[in-house]
C-alpha cells in the first residue's frame, strides 16, 4: 500500500504562483517517476509533468513548459510541482502519482488538490 500526500492548493489570481507538495510513503517499491496529473470540471485527467526519480530528468505538457518546474526530494519521497504564471486555463484538481519500477503505468494515486485561479 503506498500514500501519497498533497498540499499546497488554493485560490490564487491570474499571473500568481503556487507550489503544490506530494509525499509519497507506506510502500515497498523502487519508483521510476512521479507525475503530476489535472482535471478540470467535465475534462478528462491530463499529465502535466513528470520527473524520473533516479536523475531527476523532467517532462511537461506543452500547456505549461516554462510555467510550471517539478523538482524531487529524494530523501522524503516528495515531488513538488511550483506553478508561476498561472492562468484560468490551469483551473483544475491536480493529482500526484507514482510510477513504480516494472508496473507500466502510474499506480498510485493522491486525493487530489483543488487549484483555482481567477481572473
Known amino acids: 500500500q503506498v500514500q501519497l500526500v498533497e498540499s499546497g492548493g488554493g485560490l490564487v489570481q491570474a499571473g500568481g504562483s503556487l507550489r503544490l507538495s506530494c509525499a509519497a510513503s507506506?510502500?515497498?517499491?523502487?519508483?521510476?517517476?512521479m507525475g503530476w496529473f489535472r482535471q478540470a470540471p467535465g475534462k478528462e485527467r491530463d499529465i502535466v509533468g513528470s520527473?524520473?526519480?533516479?536523475?531527476?530528468?523532467?517532462y511537461y505538457v506543452d500547456s505549461v513548459k516554462g510555467r510550471f518546474t517539478i523538482s524531487r526530494d529524494n530523501a522524503k519521497n516528495t515531488v513538488y510541482l511550483q506553478m508561476n504564471s498561472l492562468k484560468a486555463e490551469d483551473t483544475a484538481v491536480y493529482y500526484c502519482?507514482?510510477?513504480?519500477?516494472?508496473?507500466?503505468?502510474?499506480?498510485?494515486w493522491g486525493q487530489g488538490t483543488q487549484v483555482t485561479v481567477s481572473s
Open positions: 507506506g510502500g515497498t517499491f523502487s519508483t521510476l517517476a
Open positions: 520527473i524520473m526519480w533516479s536523475d531527476g530528468s523532467t
Open positions: 502519482a507514482v510510477r513504480p519500477l516494472g508496473a507500466g503505468g502510474y499506480r498510485y
